[in-house]
Nanobody, 124 residues
Framework: QVQLVESGGGLVQAGGSLRLSCAAS????????MGWFRQAPGKEREFAAG????????AYADSVKGRFTIFRDNAKNTVHLQMNSLKSEDTAVYYC?????????????????WGQGTQVTVSS
């Protein structure tokens, strides 16, 4: 079992920055692909960013590319999402997820464990 707990959400003005963190339990965290997804009101949960087990490969949704950075610290069992130049359309609940058996990083159905989510609200 893997437990994921997000933190770092909040209210920020457009153009500002936030850093989300996800703390994971379990001794095999370093073997998992990690992802950040987000869900805006009335919309489906969508991929935002993904990261390989080593941290050497990343992937981003086009909507966040160049503004968001995903990174991990396997020694501390944490993964982070640095969000810069935030826009009102980034407002959503952000979820951390772990993929233990492989698959498309962009497909939420390939992730086995999810956190409870953290709210990010960007005011314009």
């Amino acid at each position: 079992q893997v437990q994921l707990v997000e933190s770092g959400g909040g209210l920020v003005q457009a153009g500002g920055s936030l850093r989300l963190s996800c703390a994971a339990s379990g001794r095999t965290f370093s073997r998992y692909v990690m992802g950040w997804f987000r869900q805006a009101p009335g919309k489906e949960r969508e991929f935002a960013a993904g990261l390989s087990w080593s941290g050497g490969r990343t992937a981003y949704a086009d909507s966040v590319k160049g503004r968001f950075t995903i990174f991990r610290d396997n020694a501390k069992n944490t993964v982070h999402l640095q969000m810069n130049s935030l826009k009102s359309e980034d407002t959503a609940v952000y979820y951390c997820a772990a993929q233990t058996y492989g698959g498309s990083w962009y497909d939420r159905d390939t992730y086995d464990y999810w956190g409870q989510g953290t709210q990010v609200t960007v005011s314009s």
